[in-house]
């Protein structure tokens, strides 16, 4: 078992009050980037990171799920069962409506991690340095559904 760690809110949430006090106006065009460390339970180590980070997407935003671990703690289902949490958070705190993950083609693990927490391949996408990627994505509502 592992716990999810949020460290970046606060300080997050210092910055924008700064900002808001400065130009109330700029807020609204900040793009979101969160960051949650893995650990786990009974060693207390590092095992990865969890990120969503708002993304432009051929044009449209979308917010973006990451999943990064060291590699000694692949093959565990620990990308899963934390990044489960941050999907929870996501669509429960933060009232998301659909969240993505942006995923290699040749990235086997990386995209069963994704059909794991649900989420359906869209399509491929080509980046303007001629790089393919997959777009994976879970909406909120099918994500209630499967929850409830
Ligand atoms: C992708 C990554 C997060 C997966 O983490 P993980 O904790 O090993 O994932 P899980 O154990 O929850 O599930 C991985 C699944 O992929 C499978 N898998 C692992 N390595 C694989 C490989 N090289 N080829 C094919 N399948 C593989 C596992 O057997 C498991 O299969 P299952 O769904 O049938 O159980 C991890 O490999 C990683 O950090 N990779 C580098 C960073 C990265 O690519 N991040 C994703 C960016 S989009």
Not at 2 to 22: E, L, V
Not at 23 to 34: F, K, N, T, V
Not at 81 to 89: D, G, L, P, T
Request: hydrophobic fraction near 40%; glycine fraction near 8%; proline fraction near 2%.
């Amino acid at each position: 078992m592992m716990t999810s760690r949020n460290f970046g809110t606060r300080s997050i949430i210092k910055d924008f009050f700064q900002q808001y006090a400065n130009d109330p106006a700029s807020l609204g065009q900040e793009e979101m980037e969160i960051w949650w460390s893995i650990i786990e339970q009974n060693s207390g180590e590092l095992v990865g990171l969890n990120t969503i980070i708002e993304k432009d997407v051929e044009g449209q935003k979308a917010f973006d799920l990451g999943y990064f671990l060291l590699p000694t703690f692949w093959g565990q289902g620990y990308a899963t069962e934390a990044s489960r949490r941050v999907v929870a958070y996501a669509f429960g705190e933060l009232e998301l409506r659909s969240l993505i993950a942006i995923i290699d083609p040749g990235n086997q693990a990386s995209q069963s991690v994704a059909l794991k927490l649900g989420m359906r391949l869209e399509r491929e996408v080509l980046r303007s340095d001629g790089v393919t990627r997959r777009i994976y994505r879970l909406e909120q509502e099918d994500w209630k559904k499967a929850s409830a």
